[in-house]
């Protein structure tokens, strides 16, 4: 592969996708982040959003990552969402994955992060070495496993309300967690369902007091937001995440065109809701 040198106003599609390739026979999906500078949050969800878009174009879930770490760079301010952005990819489509050519910097901030969060950094010297690293790794793509959701129908028909008269539909994710990809598509295919079932498109009021959106389930939930949104919603406001997930939802909203809309209390994002509405209204 070539060594790209994009500045990070430069990262659009098309210079993100020439740093993306898929070799299918050997079911690779191979990441050139070579001479890149991840200086801020921003640059690492541009990027990693995009990855994202781009296995999903695949139609096929499951990749071995090949990762070119040769002269990257990134920064102490970036290096929490490239940890938590690179996580989540590696649980919802990673086979494994092997890293080469880091930097003395890179390879020791990888391998920290491994020592904090137990994975293996799988660093190798060259392209080569990786490669024949990853033609060890056994395939699991003809090893599906089908999840069954984790909540039952009657528990999340529960926790989905509407309020005609304030034209609110209310998503109570309290207490609540969302395991899997499957978890998502559960959750989403009701609410869809709900929301078809009165014709209209509703403000949405999300109580995320304690919701755990484990890594696995993050690319997911992500996609199934974004499209409910751009389908239905007049605006949407949360309330009362918690630490984790707040910070990852801050994170992709400086990225995917959106406001997180977080606030501490119900009241608090009742009051954002009529803010939106007095807004639709003028408009």
Known sequence: MTTPTDAPAALDD????RRISFHPDI????????????EASATVNRVYDRLEARIGETGEDLWFFLVNLNGTRIDPAAWIAYSRRGRALNYAHSMGSVRFDASDDTRQQIER???????????????EAALDRIAGFPSTRRKRVIRAPSHSAEEIARRISFDPGRRIMAADFSDFTFHHGRDVDHVYDHIEARIR??????????????????????VRYAHRGKRLNEAASLGSARYAAGSETEQ????????????????????????????????????
Do not use: Y
């Not at 098309?14 to 996708?17: K, P, S, T, V």
């Not at 109580?207 to 389930?217: D, Q, T």
């Not at 909203?253 to 003028?282: C, H, V, W, Y």
């Open 14 to 17: 098309a210079a993100i996708d």
């Open 27 to 38: 079911q690779v999906m191979e990441a050139d982040f070579s001479g890149l500078h991840f």
């Open 113 to 127: 992060a491994a020592d904090t969060d137990t994975f293996d950094p799988n660093l190798c010297p060259s392209r």
């Open 197 to 218: 079932d009165t014709g209209r498109k509703w403000f949405f009021l999300v109580n995320l007091n304690v919701c755990r959106i484990l890594p696995a389930a993050w």
């Open 248 to 283: 990852d939802i801050r994170l992709r909203a400086e990225s995917q065109g959106f406001r997180p809309n977080i606030r501490n209390t119900r009241a608090e994002a009742l009051d954002l809701i009529e803010e939106m509405r007095g807004k639709l209204l003028q408009d």
